[in-house]
């Protein structure tokens, strides 16, 4: 007998309109701050038709997760269903983003990388970690009594492994629960890789000499990047894109991400700099478009730095959000910590926190160095979730622009490793208002730009001078 063996790959469908107008799936948290901050719903909230994806189930394919910003579907399909869903009238175009190309980075791939880069067990009594939450001056903050409460984070990573049965995250029963948007089989807090674990542990570990930079935070976790299948593919983009949809239906106030994307098993996939210009990937255009719903999202900027490719990754390049480079306890980037800046010219990385021999917590709660902006990432989420608890009436956009104002380079922005340079948390939380700040809380968008080796920011037909002065 002959067997036969279709390959299925991953795709994602778009579909040309929203004909029907459901009421957008958004939680009372979530209204509630959309109705305070002014966002008004529109389009990109509706649902994706359900007459559309039933449709598409009843051709037997499989959907992995829907999309309402793009109107579209992450699905399963061999390839000759495709071409039939590619010629169906509400179909506006099928794009592949998985196949079953050989994983070119091996067991210890590029996406494990930051993990192993330099760990060194130590013991967290002895080593306490108020060095790297001194660096942006984090403490009087928490002294005050601001960190993080009332304000409600996830953290996106591909593995957290233990994190549900260490007593340093479980002492304040702040976890809400947890999603998955990848098709890996492991349990969710199994063997999937400790990366998550460990950037939890900077926002929201305590233990003898341990501190996170918002323990009184709430959160979700969120896992959207693959490990099972040991491949980089477009795919995983899309599950970002689903987990910061999702966390904007649950009302998330900061969301923080230490993944990056610029080259893919399938080469055909791979990025070029010209890209990394903010509107060209689904990813970060989905970043951007969290920011415009009210979220802070906080982007590693990546540890391309010292490699051929040397610069940010997708959705670092986003507008909006905070990109977040590496520096150590003395306030000096490491080699690794990717360069900017954004392919349009804006700043990035926009601001810098320790990730260069960061203190981390280990699955099994001890305490060792390692290097990465991906932990420089969630410990600047931390700054702006204690900040934004002690300004529970400003929204994410003043809350950012007080961070990127506090920082020490923020009136000679630095385009390659640094950008506005290190926050001072005391600083960003004690000035005064800037007429930008001000205006933060309408609809029109703020975007700096690099003309002639000078920062300008944007707003309408506005220009204004990097200290707030409308130029013309």
């Known amino acids: 007998m002959i067997k036969l063996f279709i390959l299925l790959f991953a795709y994602f469908v778009s579909f040309v309109d929203k004909p029907e107008k459901t009421a957008p799936q958004l939680s009372p948290r979530a209204v509630e701050q959309r109705q305070k901050w002014g966002i008004e719903t529109d389009q990109a909230d509706y649902p994706v038709s359900t007459h559309y994806t039933d449709s598409l189930r009843r051709m037997g394919i499989k959907i992995y997760h829907r999309s309402r910003w793009f109107n579209g579907v992450t699905c399963e399909m061999d390839e000759t269903t495709a071409e039939q869903v590619a010629r169906i009238s509400f179909v506006k175009a099928v794009e592949m983003t998985r196949d079953n190309s050989e994983p070119i980075f091996g067991i210890n791939r590029r996406k494990h990388a930051e993990i192993l880069a330099e760990s060194t067990q130590l013991h967290a009594e002895s080593v306490p970690t108020d060095e790297q939450l001194a ?136 990025l070029q700099w010209t890209d990394l210009d903010g509107r060209t990937t689904r990813v970060s ?24 490719w040397k610069y940010i990754c997708a959705p670092a390049d986003a507008d909006s959000v905070l990109t977040v480079g590496a520096v150590d306890t003395e306030g000096i980037a490491g080699s690794f910590s990717s360069y900017g800046p954004a392919a349009d010219g804006r700043v990035k990385p926009d601001v810098c926190a320790v990730g260069v021999s960061t203190l981390i917590l280990t699955p099994y709660g001890f305490a060792i160095n390692s290097n990465g902006t991906s932990y420089a990432t969630p410990l600047l989420a931390g700054l702006a979730a204690s900040l934004w608890s002690a300004l529970p009436d400003e929204n994410a956009m003043q809350i950012r622009e007080r961070i990127i104002r506090s920082a020490d380079r923020y009136s000679e922005p630095e385009t390659t490793q640094y950008g506005y340079g290190i926050p001072d948390a005391w600083k960003a939380y004690t000035m005064k208002p800037t007429a930008i700040d001000e205006a933060a809380s309408d609809k029109v968008q703020s975007t700096k730009v690099l003309r002639n080796g000078k920062i300008w920011i944007l707003r309408g037909r506005k220009t204004y001078s990097i200290d707030g002065r409308l130029v013309r």
Not at 180 to 198: I, Q
Not at 215 to 231: D, G, H, I
Request: hydrophobic letters at 35%; a negative charge; charged letters at 20%.
């Open 285 to 308: 255009r989905a970043a951007t478009l969290a920011a415009r719903k009210g979220m802070l999202v906080c982007v590693a900027a990546g540890n391309e730095g010292n490699k051929p």
């Open 135 to 270: 660096l942006y001056n984090l403490l009087p903050l928490h002294e005050a009594g601001y960190e993080g409460q009332g304000i409600l984070m996830a953290i996106c990573d591909g593995g957290f492994y233990r994190a549900n049965s260490l007593e340093c995250f479980r002492q304040n029963e702040l976890e809400l629960g947890h999603f998955d948007f990848t098709d890996d089989t492991d349990d969710f807090y199994g063997e999937t890789g400790s990366h998550g674990t460990g950037c939890l542990s900077t926002i929201s570990g305590i233990t003898e000499g341990y501190y996170g930079a918002a323990t009184k935070a709430q959160y979700y976790l969120m896992r959207s990047e693959e490990m099972e299948n040991n491949r980089e593919c477009p795919k995983e983009m899309d599950n970002l894109v689903a987990a910061l949809e999702k966390a904007d239906s649950l009302g998330v106030n900061v969301f923080s991400v230490s993944l990056g994307y610029y080259q893919f098993d399938n080469s055909d996939w791979n």
